[in-house]
């Protein structure tokens, strides 16, 4: 399979047309650093009509899906879950939970069958770091994956493996340092895309 990446951009613009340009910027940042490493690179922007063949066959030929999205509502936007819920569960892509009826002893969640896969999760939060990751604060000290497992469950009933930990730019509108995290965020893309490249 070649090395092709998919980023699917879920920085979606309000219905004033504002919103979604730190998430585009980061999509930007990350397809540049793939494609400098010599990788294929489709995107997906959820600010435009998809269809699901179209994504279904993104999908399919991706050795690694980005997702780059804002957490709204202590998850992705709602246009991510649609296009999760109808894209990442078509049976093209979706294997089964496991069992059969001739044997539900099999584990939940072992039929997945794109085990050569990876994905990664890139986020933008208005809260803080320490509201997710500190005990007795917001999120209860589960951390960036634990409160983002809805997410990753989703990919790991695919058969599909995380590729790199979960990416987060913190605390955006109240206490922003947008310049240090992009430059986080720069190079960080590029340090995956030559582990990409190279594997």
């Not at 993104?58 to 980005?66: E, G, Q």
């Not at 001739?102 to 085990?115: E, H, V």
């Not at 000290?141 to 930990?165: C, D, I, N, S, T």
Request: aromatic share 10%; proline share 5%.
């Amino acid at each position: 399979m070649s090395l092709n990446v998919l980023i699917v951009n879920a920085g979606v613009r309000r219905t004033t047309g504002e919103g979604g340009a730190l998430n585009a910027e980061m999509v930007r940042i990350a397809r540049e650093a793939f494609e400098k490493a010599g990788l294929a690179v489709v995107e997906t922007n959820l600010n435009d009509p998809w269809t699901l063949d179209a994504e279904v066959e993104k999908v399919a030929n991706a050795r690694l899906i980005l997702v780059q999205t804002p957490i709204w509502a202590m998850s992705a936007p709602w246009q991510y879950i649609k296009w999760q819920d109808e894209v990442l569960t078509d049976p093209r892509v979706c294997g089964t939970d496991g069992r059969t009826r001739t044997d539900p002893s099999s584990r939940y969640g072992s039929g997945g069958f794109l085990t050569d896969r990876f994905y990664w999760l890139s986020t933008t939060w208005n809260a803080p770091i320490e509201a997710i990751s500190e005990p007795g604060q917001f999120f209860d000290g589960r951390g960036l994956e634990g409160v983002l497992m809805h997410l990753h469950k989703q990919f790991a009933y695919m058969g599909m493996r995380p590729f790199m930990p979960t990416f987060a730019v913190n605390d955006v509108y109240k206490n922003p340092s947008i310049a240090a995290d992009l430059a986080r965020w720069s190079e960080t893309a590029a340090a995956a895309a030559k582990r990409l490249s190279e594997g």
